[in-house]
Antibody, heavy 117, light 107 residues
Framework: EVQLVETGGGLIQPGGSLRLSCAASGLTVSSNYMSWVRQAPGKGLEWVSIIYGGGNTNYADSVKGRFTISRDNSKNTLYFQMNGLRAEDTAMYYC???????????WGQGTLVTVSS | DIQMTQSPSSLSASVGDRVTITCRASQGLDNALAWFQQKPGRAPKSLIYTVSSLQSGVPSRFSGSGSGTDFTLTISSLQPEDFATYYCQQHRHYPLTFGGGTKVEIQ
């Protein structure tokens, strides 16, 4: 059974940094498309970043240059380093995976990031 | 960016009804279109990938169809557990984009 468990969210001041983690079981992070998708309170879904099995990455323009996706294959864990946080980054952040396409077959339960002074 | 337009944004239906949700892309997607279901306070769940392929464990009352820029999610006989918000998503081009969602409510 695939499980994705996100941690690392919390309340952070504007301009601050957070690192989200997504611990995977039942799949191998380095063999899958691994993404971060966020959802602002009461809003729809927004894709923010992906890392391919080969290590290539892609980002939404809204986070490019501020956020970095990475993984630790030995820990089978996905990360999301978030710097220069803004109020508009406030959202539930979901980790998601797919084995074949740049879509989202499995989702974690999410971790909430609140950017506020 | 590819814009994904879902309609309707919400609908009211009764148990047993046939429900159809449409998703229109601003550019052709080939078959790179997926559908998700989300219930309040829960993570989204994958229903369909590559237009019409059902994810494992998803009931057969869900089906997807379409091509090019126009796609449809159909629930053949709505069940109580199907009341939720549904999203389409394209994975043909970056940035990956979602439709705005369709909320299916109890009539």
């Amino acid at each position: 059974e695939v499980q994705l468990v996100e941690t690392g969210g919390g309340l952070i001041q504007p301009g601050g940094s957070l690192r989200l983690s997504c611990a995977a079981s039942g799949l191998t992070v380095s063999s899958n498309y691994m993404s971060w998708v966020r959802q602002a309170p009461g809003k729809g879904l927004e894709w923010v970043s992906i890392i391919y099995g080969g290590g290539n990455t892609n980002y939404a323009d809204s986070v490019k240059g501020r956020f970095t996706i990475s993984r630790d294959n030995s820990k089978n864990t996905l990360y999301f380093q978030m710097n220069g946080l803004r109020a508009e980054d406030t959202a539930m952040y979901y980790c998601a995976s797919s084995s074949t396409y740049a879509t989202f077959d499995y989702w974690g339960q999410g971790t909430l990031v609140t950017v506020s002074s | 960016d590819i814009q994904m337009t879902q309609s309707p944004s919400s609908l009211s239906a009764s148990v047993g009804d046939r429900v159809t949700i449409t998703c229109r892309a601003s550019q052709g997607l080939d078959n790179a279109l997926a559908w998700f279901q989300q219930k309040p306070g829960r993570a989204p769940k994958s229903l369909i990938y590559t237009v019409s392929s059902l994810q494992s464990g998803v009931p057969s009352r869900f089906s997807g169809s379409g091509s090019g820029t126009d796609f449809t999610l159909t629930i053949s006989s709505l069940q109580p557990e199907d009341f939720a918000t549904y999203y389409c998503q394209q994975h043909r081009h970056y940035p990956l984009t979602f439709g705005g969602g369709t909320k299916v409510e109890i009539q």
